[in-house]
């Protein structure tokens, strides 16, 4: 098995309320931070040889709003 | 500015009901899939100075139920 993790974004141009919502409240607090964008991560292990790709575009993100990316954590 | 990616997760050991949905479901559909976790994250631009800890532990997690790394991505 290995221990991946999917990096889930809302696709760049598309609205993004929670960005938006988290943005506005850190500014109202006083930070000056800029293009806040909120999304969602998931872990799992894998077997080696499992079509991820199949995987996360069928079962997990919706590839008309969201964009991914996958990072390998250590294996086990 | 920095660019910054703040990857939440449920503390290990605490239920994970969207994880388990989630496991569920891939292993209804034939994946072979283990431990998966579903958290959230947040990128945005910092300044440089700012106080990200500060930030992250009294703004965007709960501390009681919720662990976070940060990733630096590249600076803008």
Redesign the interface.
């Known amino acids: ?1 290995r ?1 991946v ?1 999917i ?3 809302p696709k760049e141009g598309l609205l993004d309320p929670q ?1 938006r919502a ?2 506005e ?2 500014r109202d ?1 006083g ?17 080696e040889e ?1 079509d991820l790709k199949l ?1 996360v575009e069928k ?2 993100i919706n590839p008309l709003i969201e964009d991914y990316e996958i990072e390998e954590l250590q294996g086990k």
């Open positions: 098995m221990l993790r990096i889930i974004m960005g988290v943005e409240m850190l607090n930070f000056n931070v800029k293009n806040v964008r909120v999304g969602k991560v998931v872990e799992m292990e894998v077997p499992v995987i079962y997990i």
